[in-house]
């Protein structure tokens, strides 16, 4: 069936390998983040029989049906109204918010657990977490879970390069661990991780210099895509092609390059300029917008172009294209994040697996 995604399994395994032995050897715990592929069964089992210490996901969906044996990270602050499915569905989560956390506690009460929380800091990106400079919060908020008797201050955490861009850093991961370090002056306690991002990590990390005291990443682009995302490049030694979206074309036929007659919007409301580039042979692709972010789409075929789509069409310009294409052929892409992001939600889109040698 097609649009189908390739998922090669033994690309996946290479790169899991190599996360966890560069995370080990630095006394680096690693958390496998599995959200872009909506916990795949299949990558699922993959990263339960690699070396990784923990799954996470953001969404409690993903984490309630994943089959595994490690620990499950939620690491979307929870929503209070789902504060028992939360409890039910993994071991442990990152919060922010003291009365959800008391909600947590509640709910890990009634279901008889005990719950792990990672207090998310904000170093500067501002998205999630107290704000750095508002130690009375962070100090308030880690004394409740700590005097909470069905949860555990299981670690501090910090998330950056998300919302506003700002990388890691001696000064932000530093921070991190100077506040780990009073808490526990403060609090009296132990708490063993110190959760210092995700794949924007990569670069410190293959250059061995993670500030000392941060023993944890989430790492999810990396692991899929190869890619370190403070720079926006594959880091060598990672595949960067374990995803394949194959499409199958439903039209080929020569036509001009510029539409003809009064132009208005097109399907999505916008006002798009059309070059005349002389007449041009155009495939239709069976697949659209309702499937994929078609700017986050590089063909294999470097002489192939894509010149647009709507809700299920994609059209590309093969006038380039040295290989003799015809109707019924499969053309191949590479997916960025957001394309493989939007490819394994559309249930349009089929899986298939290049098995484990
Ligand atoms: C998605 C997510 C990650 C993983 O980020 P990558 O850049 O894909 O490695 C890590 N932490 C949190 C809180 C996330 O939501």
Known sequence: MYPRIVVDLNKLNENL?????????????????????????????LINASDADMLADSRTQNLSGMKTEKPRLLLRIGMQS??????????ISMQSELETIMKLNE???????????????????????IFNKHYD?????????????????YGIGVNLTCYGGILPDENNLGGLVEIKNRLERDLGVTIPIVSGGNSSTMGMLTERIVPEGVNHLRLGESFVLGNDTAIGKPVKGLNTDCFVLEAEIVELKTKPSKPIGKSGPNAFGEYLEYPDRGMMKRAILAIGRQDVSVDGLTPLDKDIEIIGASSDH??????????????????RFVPDYGALLHLFTSKYVDRTYIDLK
């Open 107 to 129: 709910a890990a009460k009634k279901l008889n657990k005990t719950h792990r929380i990672i207090l998310m800091v904000d170093m500067g990106d501002l998205r999630e977490g």
């Open 314 to 331: 994609l059209i590309i310009n093969l006038n380039e294209a040295k290989k003799e294409y015809k109707v019924g052929d499969v053309v």
């Open 82 to 91: 789902e504060a028992e499915k939360i409890v039910s569905c993994a071991e």
């Open 17 to 45: 390998d190599f996360l966890n032995d560069l995370c080990h050897s630095q006394g680096i715990k690693t958390a496998i983040v599995t959200k872009v592929f909506c916990a795949d069964e299949r990558i699922v089992e």
């Open 137 to 153: 919060v962070i100090l308030n908020t880690a004394r409740a879970i700590n005097d909470s008797e069905h949860l555990e201050l």
